[in-house]
């Protein structure tokens, strides 16, 4: 509106123009900020430093020596030891290392995010297309259970696993997780199909496609952005879950990183700068989608709450 | 989610709204499409949801200690329960701990909502990294705060004043359970509440002006009021999700020390992974599920927001 303004040929008011245009701006998105401003941002940001301290420390800390790390918490690492991430990686922990603690997490996480995904999306489908009055029941059934806490079931699952062979799998752990994190995933592919545009699918019918068809080739594509969202906060939160990989892969060879690191910190302590390296390599795979999806994963988060 | 209940047609205006019948066929391909597409989530759900809260029942009134068969000991286990000091000192440090981090994550969220909103110098990397301790793992956050925190390598002791084994000492070792979920997940109210204040049409923002409130006023008067629903649901989530969470506690103390900071949570993986009492600790899952599910339903009633919005 203010480019509008200072364009307009007419110079009768050529003063206030440009007073009030700033008026306007300055508030919301002012190119100059007043002293209050930055005193705020200041604050804000010591705030959001004391959030992020512990991990810096750590992520300096696995570059330097034990000695350095204890001497100098958070001076700068000088030299660089590279070294404790190849020590990192091999590190070991009750027998096993970190690296098979990385692969355990990937393949608990593939699956538990692949079956979440697939069986929720298909699910939340089928009950926003029949919208008939047993489709209501399994939506309010599922949203009931989404309201389940974990706690109710990881006693009976922690035998349920042991008679089916589960325990201590990563991909069978992944699978138990999986089945307990699609309930989010269909409340929230419902939401979407809910406004779904019915015409699209309409005219694919009357062109003689299957449902399967339809799922596939229409639906899947014209939904990619939802089920990114469900495919990051599956990743997320099976990636850093403590409270199905703690109690139920009980060989330490089949751990995630999450439990893994609380058993290589409490034995490891000798070796701090391998053991810090440890956490930043856990990390890894979470910090690169935040720094390349952030925006899609702060938004996933909020519809993620919001159910 | 309540859209489905106003979309379900009542059988005799079934005829009416043809459009959607179509869509799956013809009535029997309907429902084998329907039930198709539902069957992994039903299958998945009967195996590892179902099955497994069926199964706790019996376990409560079974002495099990992880392997072998179960043996039947009545109502030991509630009797126990109810007597255990230990259990209600728990859900008494969960409570506090669970309103202390939804109280600290709310205010301080939306204080940083606020400010993101009056667009400070440099709101998108504060915003990026204000909301980062978020998608990290609890476990592994609250690690890095143990070592932070740790009397003789954490940094935190090397500044004057904040030299205490913060841990250890049973008076603050909660405070630090509280401060470190508290400063991860401020993140999630922040981004709520800001959304809410986006939402906020410019219309209302410059007719408070025009009649004279300053900034300060009209965040109260006009920016708070107007995202009273979102701080209900975001209260109510805080309230939810903290009553569940292991992982911070389990990290940061395991409970301890003694018993100064041990949790619903922790009450239940000690007496079953640890102490190998499966009976005794899916009786307090039972009941403390019972407590969570209760404690939901009283604030969603009491405190239902005016109007709900979905997405």
Known sequence: MSISELDDPTPTRPATTTTNGQKRRLPRKGARHSTGSIVVSIIVFIFVLIGILPIISIILGSLKSTTQIVGDPLGLPIPLQFGNYARGWAGVAVGESMSTYFVNTVAFSVVAVIVSTIAGTMAAYAIARAATRTSTIFERSFTLLYALPYLAVIIPLFSITGDFGLRSNPFGIGLVFGAGWLFLTVILMFGFFASFPNDVIEAAKTDGASEIRIFLSIVVPMSKGAILSCVLLAFIYSWNNLSHTLPLLVDPASTTVAPGLLLFSAQYSVDLGAQFAGIVISIVPLVGAYALMHKHIMESFRVGSFR | ?311
């Open chain 2, 1 to 311: 989610m309540t859209s489905i209940a106003k979309q379900t047609p009542l059988p005799d205006q079934r005829p009416q709204e043809p459009e959607r019948r179509r869509l799956l066929g013809s009535h029997n391909s309907h429902h084998v499409m329907f039930y198709g597409f539902l069957l992994p989530a039903i299958v998945l759900t009967l195996i590892f949801t179902l099955y497994p809260l069926i199964q706790s029942l019996p376990l409560m009134f079974q002495r099990w200690p992880g392997y072998g068969k179960p043996r039947y000991i009545g109502f030991q286990n509630i009797q126990h329960l109810f007597t255990d000091p230990e259990f209600f000192a728990a859900i008494g440090r969960t409570l506090w701990l669970t309103a202390a981090t939804a109280a600290g994550t709310v205010v301080i969220g939306t204080a940083l909502a606020i400010a993101f909103y009056r667009k400070i110098p440099l709101t998108n990397t504060l915003k990026f990294l204000a909301f980062f301790p978020v998608i990290l793992p609890p476990a592994v956050y609250a690690l890095a705060w143990k070592n932070a925190l740790d009397p003789t390598l954490g940094w935190v002791n090397k500044i004057p004043g904040l030299s205490h084994n913060w841990l250890s000492d049973p008076d603050t070792a909660m405070w630090a359970v509280i401060f470190v979920s508290t400063i991860q997940y401020v993140g999630i109210p922040m981004i709520l509440m800001l959304s809410a204040m986006n939402d906020i049409p410019e219309s209302a923002n410059d007719a408070a002006t025009l009649d004279g409130c300053n900034a300060w006023q009209r965040i109260w008067h006009v920016i708070l009021p107007m995202s009273r629903d979102v701080l209900v649901v975001v209260i109510g989530l805080q309230i939810i999700g903290n009553f569940k969470t292991l992982d911070t506690v389990y990290a940061l103390t395991k409970g301890g020390p003694g018993l100064a900071t041990d949790i619903l949570p922790t009450f239940i993986y000690r007496q079953g992974f640890e102490l190998s009492n499966f009976g005794f600790a899916s009786t307090a899952a039972f009941f403390g599920t019972l407590l969570i599910v209760a404690l939901t339903y009283i604030y969603t009633h009491y405190f239902r927001p005016q109007k709900m919005s979905n997405q």
